[in-house]
């Protein structure tokens, strides 16, 4: 029996991890034991709960209870945290997910008492470091044994970096293995929208109308915790919302911010005119990005689940590690200024017609990681 310890800390890391956990307990329980640490990054019901119990995740063995903080505070305790669950746990491996401080603390703990990470997600660059995570998921893939990327491009990125896509086993943070798997959140948008499907009934109790709204969230540090970019957002989005609906499931973030930054007169016109929610659950989300007629986004996630929906997306963000969306056309980069944003919506209102090919995999990149780390026991 070998033993999995898997880091969560942020929403879109319990989402992830749902795909792994389920491949381990549907066809690998006789050969894996898992073992979750929740850092305790976000903490709120609706960022955290929801989806252990909606994805059915098995409650986390450890949580760390860390709560918000500067990026400083926030890794360092989690790295404390983490070293005294590992020297008890002694686990085989380590998986972690994506680019937050939880992935970060994550990798510096195990990496410098020499347990293997699994790094999915690895390989995916902005090469803007401005972004706390274009730093977080540097470090961490050149610290990981196994680098589990979800696209070719990250392939390449790495290759780039110097990673030897040739390397033999056994694989070390000196000799890592570098695999391009597919995505874990296709693996579980092809899952869970048939159990969306049956089960959730979002848009009827909200009186949602399909295929008549806007989906939008927005909670990258960029946009919400600069005044002028905030604002410019919203104004956007006011103007669009005169002539369809808008949704918008808020980060707590988001909101704390744009309750302090934004004019009083905007922030009450945005809550009369759009239709501003707590974050939902993901099932209700799912039913929420397939109806959609459009997706307006900064989250890395909600980007791709506009892919794998197939619906058009305007990214707010003036770069994408998901290149391959804005090169198929079913995304555009928008920096946050409100002509620029309204240029986006009229392109894919005047253009709804778009390609989408398979490049996220083909549902199975939970399973195929697995069976390449037994493989290489
Ligand atoms: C984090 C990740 C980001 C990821 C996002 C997913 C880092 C550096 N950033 O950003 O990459 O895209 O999660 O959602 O790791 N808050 C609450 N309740 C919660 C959680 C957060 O109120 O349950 C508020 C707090 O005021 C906190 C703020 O949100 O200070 C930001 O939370 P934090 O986890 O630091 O960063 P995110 O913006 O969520
Ligand atoms: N999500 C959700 N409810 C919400 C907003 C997002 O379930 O109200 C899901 C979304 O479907 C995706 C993930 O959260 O699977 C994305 O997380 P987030 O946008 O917080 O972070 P990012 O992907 O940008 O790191």
């Known amino acids: 029996m070998k033993k999995i310890l898997t880091i969560v800390g942020a929403r879109p890391q319990i989402i992830k991890a749902a795909a792994l956990s389920r491949a381990i ?17 976000h903490y709120d019901e609706n960022m955290s709960n929801v989806f252990f119990e909606e994805l059915k995740i098995s409650r986390p063995d450890y949580n760390l209870q860390i709560g918000s903080g500067s990026h400083a505070f926030q890794t360092a305790k989690m790295i ?4 005294e669950i ?64 979800p696209t070719l491009t990250g392939i390449k990125n790495l290759e780039k970096e110097g990673f030897n896509l040739n390397a033999f086993p056994p694989f070390t ?33 909200n009186s949602i109308v399909k295929n008549e709204y806007i989906l939008c969230t927005i909670h990258r540090s960029n946009n919400t915790d600069d005044a002028g970019r905030l604002a410019e957002i919203f104004e956007f989005l006011l103007e669009v919302s005169a002539s369809t609906t808008i949704i918008l499931p808020l980060h707590p973030r988001t909101l704390k911010q744009a309750e ?51 619906k058009p997306c305007i990214i707010i963000r003036s770069e994408t590690e998901w290149v391959e969306i804005v090169e198929n056309g079913a ?3 928008c920096n946050a200024q409100k002509q620029d944003l309204l240029k986006g919506y009229i392109h894919y209102r005047e253009n709804p017609e778009i ?6 995999g083909d ?8 069976d390449m780390l037994l493989a290489q026991i």
């Open 260 to 310: 302090k930054l934004l004019k009083a007169a905007l922030w009450k016109a945005i809550n009369r005119q759009l239709m501003i929610l707590p974050p939902v659950s993901y099932l209700a989300m799912i039913e929420l990005e397939k109806n959609a007629s459009m997706i307006i986004t900064d989250s890395g996630g909600v980007q791709k689940e506009a892919y794998f929906f197939t």
């Open 331 to 333: 995304g555009i980069l």
């Open 355 to 360: 390609k989408f090919s398979n490049i996220y």
């Open 25 to 41: 307990k549907n066809n690998y329980s006789h050969l894996i034991e898992e073992i979750i640490i929740h850092t305790g990054q």
């Open 173 to 205: 943070s000196d000799n890592p293995g570098v695999f391009n798997v597919g995505d874990v959140m296709y693996d579980n948008s092809k899952y869970f929208a048939e159990i969306s499907a049956e089960n959730s009934n979002f848009l009827d109790l």
């Open 363 to 370: 549902g199975n990149a939970a399973s195929k990681i697995l």
């Open 86 to 149: 590992l020297l008890k746990e002694k686990p085989d491996f380590v998986v972690i997910y994506g680019d937050t401080n939880s992935t970060l603390a994550g990798a510096i703990a195990c990496s410098k008492i020499r347990i293997p990470i699994v790094h999915i997600e690895a390989g995916l660059r902005s090469y803007n470091k401005n972004m706390p995570e274009e730093i977080n998921r540097i470090m961490t893939d050149h610290v990981s044994a196994f680098l589990f990327s």
């Open 80 to 83: 404390m945290g983490i070293e």
